[in-house]
């Protein structure tokens, strides 16, 4: 794991981390064992996702951790994840930050279809999910990211 | 149009949105008429992107502009867009910041997911494609975002 | 108006100003002839805010304004606010710095009351509504401000 | 606790939280037994806040921790909060960061309303309090957020 | 007048400074003759201040701008003034620096005094006056900045 | 003392502190024992003034610090304070923040006045004194904070 | 090594630099061995590339590391470099200044001229490679850095 | 040309972008008739390169320009361009980013292949010439970018 | 000019430089004939210093400008030079971007001398004087700046 | 030494000040010893500059460090300072500051006048010297600061 990171994820994570490496194990087959989306399980590992006590049963046992500490780490009364602060912005990595550039360049030409088509409000990042693909194209290998995300009007009071 | 925007397009910008406004099209129809995905066609609008001439001759039958002032304005010779810089970052609008926020929170695990299934490689944000589509699910209205772009690996040398 | 501010806001909004000052009309008296909150009829003023037809309607009466040009300028089809953007942050302004000093200090504990009473999610900016009272304590006036919106707990999935 | 939390709160902090998380107590059982609000009281544990020392005493029982260590650490002639800091800004975390969108969009309608209301002056943050209700409406739970300060008119000289 | 300062200020400012350099006139005198500091006056000027009606028609006589004039731009329902934005952070002017410096260098020790004189609170920068005094020292000229503000407590709740 | 000063300040201050806390005295007290004002006093505390080894005789005695330790470590031909550097800008803790206020709300009006009182010139922020008193006006405490630093008018050459 | 670097380094990262320095080997030596580019080497060093299992052996025989401590270092399914973030930007260092300035002043001929030559695309940097040659002229040393990457057109969708 | 632009560049500058659009000529064959790089033809088109008196003759036959109104801008006593400025960093525009990319993640790779090569200097960006070629290579288009400029060793005194 | 100096300097200096391009003058002409050092006229025609009556006579017969409109425009009541602001810092401009490199690289070792050489205080950048001089050493031109200012101790109080 | 500093230092720094402090030597007199300006050896201690082994063997000696260690940690064939950050920009040390500061206000300045006495190009900062004097001047001390490097034209290609 990249040093910079370390400094900003606490040892439970950095347990989950090191686990998952021994184990060697993808986030797509812990994702199958306990029943997510891959994205999701990534999201829990890096403390961008809160788990509930049924996949931290299943998360001890496939990651032999003992399912008492994670239940106690991810206490549900006490932790609530603080999202976002990873990393800078801009990002350095360059596979971040070409999602970073969609942003900057298809930004307006996105709002403008957004509201084309729903009306005045948002896409919600918190009702919300995102999943990875690999699609085939002419013999190319293509990325395929899917964000969708309730849609929320902004209310007139 | 929004007047900090304005002072970041180009007259002829200026001059597609005013059209577009007068005929009551929306970027869909426009881009059915030009065979276009609508978010590449609001791309081209907000100087994002460059059309050929064959979208250039459409567009100017569709919005009533004379073909001529068109191809000359992008002109294939000298129009290249100087793409991003629309708005700072981060972006202060709701939508667009909410766009935002799934990198800060959802980057690494995005990165973590790219990384597993593809190799040590970006998704492409230039060999790349975006879509909006409205999707209902338990009577809910959902916006989809695709992102595809094609996986480069990176080079050893 | 402040010359920084007018280089922000469309000739539309200029003029939406200009009327208010002449008709001597407080935001407070205008919300009542519309049925809206103050607040949320400043925000149409500033820019913030997508006002319905039948506000239109009201408003260009109420202000003297040939009501086509306004329906006309918030388009239904094109006009969709570009929210932000009116200022820098940090606020400059002692009264809005107030407002950020207080998420400065109390964000944190804003969060974490939220978190206990309602689980691992937000309080919606969107489907929101904000109101100003004046109260009086102990012979003094003091300012109370109510920001309401919908609780919003984040996907799993 | 979040790790870049960590390096910001002084050990004493860190050792409230800790016995508040064995004790499984709420911020509003604790402020109920400190007959203090909940919100004032997350501040204390955030360091935003200074306690009385009959705060200490109550503080002390409930949370097991012996009374002199906490009268010494919030020793009355120098313990003085450094208040703020906790987070850069604009905050990644997204409920933290809706409280800061909601000044960039309604900071001027709100200083419009609050200068009609109330004429040349500001909201105090110092005179100043906040609660946080949950409020059912139309089947939905929603954040209700009230802030109350003292209205300080500027002083002509 | 600098010109960054110019597009800062509003059309009304711009005139009060031309009427007060034809009339040669310092700060000095025009607050004489309202009663009032010279820095609140030039604070005025600068749009950093809000005159009353009896200011207003004191500085019209003075300056010989037309009363009706200055009272509707300074009009009491609707101008109040957006304060700070005329430079950027840190400043670049040497003056003003050694001020911004003072902060950087005294700011901890200022505070350290301010709460060890009056406990857990602020001095005013509302409630607040300013004044400048030309003091001889030694065969020096010494510049004396008194700043003086209601000490406000944190309240507790 | 804030954890994120601590890092900030070296082993001798923190030292310094302590003893101070220990022997629970104030700035005032110390200062009058040292013949010094409170707020240069403050400053050598925080490492932003450079003490003199009379100073360091009395404060060893006043602290019960070995006097050895306090000459060697502000050692006269090497310790020479990195001055600043304490604390973000713009400050986040709003004491410190309202100074910072005065300059960005007050600056231009001061420049103007010093200019007129002094020509073309700054006031020293080396050849500088800085007090605090309180001072009672109207039943209210308010906070009269002195800064007075020598005219330095522009060298011509 | 610069510390600063060495906290953003892996413990990995900084155990290949003392092992290189103690075999006394430069990174062009090391790139004969492994048959790779200088250039490309020292991105491994700095964890800004991702060797292949062939690299690693051949590495670790070279300078004498376990080859299991690397290859398990640089597992193949976790270890994907989190690239950039090493300095801050624009660089303080001159040499790498000196590349930014590039960039700074022949950014957009540099664009032009791609631009002209390939039409409306980019060069990518990650089907990329970089390399440095020492040339003579005129009895100069001169530096020659080489960058090459495929070129990539926009996508039209 | 894009709008944001125009406002840096002075009428001299887009007059001569608008010729060499008028001529349909590109940099290549414009750097040909002058006996100059494109790169560096360009750079004194986006004014960040100064061009001789012989360099204007031919550019005036060329472009159709009065040789006078070119040689007195360019006025050999007084025009020394203002290099850099065109653009924000890190620049939004994808081609120019990829440059910026290859300086954050090749930044300390490349010094330390320079150092190993020539000591402790730098490369020149004044003494210094860069060159686009386009390269075939298993049937792809590549960009080749030479940067070749003098070392310089940093002095000793 | 530079066009984004333009929008920072006032008509007046405009019309200065074009008074001294259209004579034919350099700066040290100009000081010749003022009895000022070069760099002082350079810094008066960029609104960084302040001229006095009898400069602007002279200055007004060698650029034939009315004298009346200089002697107005520096009007000796209100014109005090607001400095700095003209460019961004970090200078984007190689020539001065050196000398930025020059404080970020030799800045310390520079306060060291200082220091030793002094005692605890600084060089003033008020009474000051700069120069800059041709010389030549082993075939090479040198350029030699000298900065000159009054060393000023930190006041003890 | 400032805490701030030491976390971006070397041990091998650290040991020489503190050396230095031992042996109550200063820069002045360590560089007759080695025959070099106080200023570079300076910049050594703080890593600014590269020694050469005879200037180590003296070091060695002078303050009592076995020279081996020194050899060993400047290495000529990886010790390569990486320049700069030692500290933020803008500098809040006031002596740092005015350099700074000089650079702001006469940048422009400088920069016509090194253009009209040299032509299109730069002082190096590489191939550069700098030195600080002691003057006296109508009794009073003045800080001379020589900074002298070649002059570079801007190669034409």
Redesign the interface.
Known sequence: ?????K????PLSIKL?EA??EK?L???EIGEKLG?????V??V??????P?ESDLVKLGVLLDIQENYLINSF?V??Y???????????????????????????????????????G???????????N?E??EKDD??????????????????
Request: no cysteine; net charge positive; hydrophobic share 40%.
């Open positions: 794991m990249n040093p910079s990171l400094g900003k994820l606490s981390f998952k490496k060697k993808t986030f797509a997510k989306d891959e994205v999701w990534a999201a590992f890096y403390e961008q996702a809160k509930e206490d009364h006490t609530f994840p603080n999202r976002g602060g990873l990393f800078d912005l801009p990002p350095a990595d360059p596979l971040i930050y070409r999602l970073y550039e969609i942003i900057q360049v298809y930004g307006y030409p996105l709002k403008a279809i957004i509201n084309e088509k729903f005045d409000g948002i896409m919600s990042a918190i009702d919300f999910t995102a990875v690999k699609v190319q290998e293509r990325v395929k990211i899917t964000l969708e995300g309730k849609y929320l009007p902004f209310k007139k009071w």
